[in-house]
């Protein structure tokens, strides 16, 4: 995982002499959720989660740094399941055939499983994003770290009653860090992987 801010305090308070540390963290940390709400650029695939009998909850197994802002699909086996409403869940054991995503992260199936299943089970990919406070992003993401920087600088720049307010520098950090969002976008399309399927083959 690499440290944001590790990799960008240095070259923000260069862009904004006088700015505490503090409050320059502050800015690099919201600029990597709004990032990755913009872009959805940080694709997670989880591995095959288990799936036991009479229990609803399913851990998902993101990091500890990051929370789901969309889930692009969920299998269980070969079969997709479909996002739901909360009004949906039910308190009868059947096979699931949808899921809603806990604000805890936590995947939630509509039915209690009527049976366990452990190979080959619950498979999610999702767009994640840093949790308040956290300055995290995963290192597939290095590329784009200069836009996060140049949004980051461009908060600072905009804040009201301080020595570094630069309004016309700020609105031309926005618009740099716009030009960028669709290559990040595509990124993360391309990582997009196909819904996990398993195939059998008949013999001859």
């Given at each position: 995982?690499?440290?944001?801010y590790?990799?960008?305090?240095?070259?923000?308070?260069?862009?904004?002499?006088?700015?505490?540390?503090?409050?320059?963290?502050?800015?690099?940390?919201r600029?990597?959720?709004?990032?990755c709400m913009?872009?959805?650029?940080?694709?997670y695939?989880?591995?095959?989660?288990?799936v036991?009998?009479?229990?609803?909850?399913?851990?998902?197994?993101?990091?500890?740094?990051?929370?789901i802002?969309?889930?692009f699909?969920?299998?269980?086996?070969?079969?997709?399941?479909l996002?739901?409403?909360?009004?949906?869940?039910?308190?009868?054991?059947?096979?699931?055939?949808g899921?809603?995503?806990?604000?805890?992260?936590?995947?939630?199936?509509?039915c209690l499983?009527?049976?366990?299943?452990?190979?080959d089970?619950?498979?999610?990919?999702?767009?994640?994003a840093?949790?308040?406070?956290e300055?995290?992003?995963?290192?597939?993401?290095?590329?784009?770290?200069d836009?996060?920087q140049?949004?980051?600088?461009?908060?600072?720049?905009?804040?009201?009653?301080?020595?570094?307010?630069?309004?016309?520098?700020?609105?031309?950090?926005?618009?740099?860090?716009?030009?960028?969002?669709?290559?990040?976008?595509?990124?993360?399309?391309?990582?997009?992987?196909?819904?996990?399927?398993?195939?059998?083959?008949?013999?001859?």
């Amino acid at each position: 995982m690499l440290d944001l801010y590790e990799e960008l305090l240095p070259d923000v308070l260069i862009s904004v002499p006088g700015c505490p540390d503090l409050t320059a963290e502050r800015a690099i940390s919201r600029a990597a959720r709004q990032f990755c709400m913009d872009t959805h650029a940080w694709r997670y695939t989880t591995e095959s989660q288990p799936v036991i009998k009479g229990l609803r909850d399913v851990e998902l197994g993101v990091p500890a740094e990051a929370m789901i802002i969309r889930p692009f699909w969920v299998t269980l086996g070969s079969r997709q399941l479909l996002g739901i409403s909360a009004s949906k869940i039910t308190t009868e054991e059947a096979n699931p055939t949808g899921y809603i995503i806990a604000p805890s992260g936590t995947l939630m199936l509509d039915c209690l499983p009527k049976e366990t299943v452990v190979q080959d089970a619950l498979v999610a990919h999702l767009a994640l994003a840093p949790k308040r406070g956290e300055a995290v992003l995963a290192d597939e993401l290095a590329p784009f770290l200069d836009m996060i920087q140049t949004l980051a600088t461009a908060y600072l720049l905009t804040m009201p009653s301080v020595e570094w307010r630069d309004r016309q520098a700020a609105s031309d950090m926005f618009s740099l860090y716009q030009g960028g969002v669709p290559e990040a976008k595509r990124f993360g399309q391309q990582r997009n992987q196909s819904i996990h399927r398993t195939v059998k083959y008949g013999g001859i």
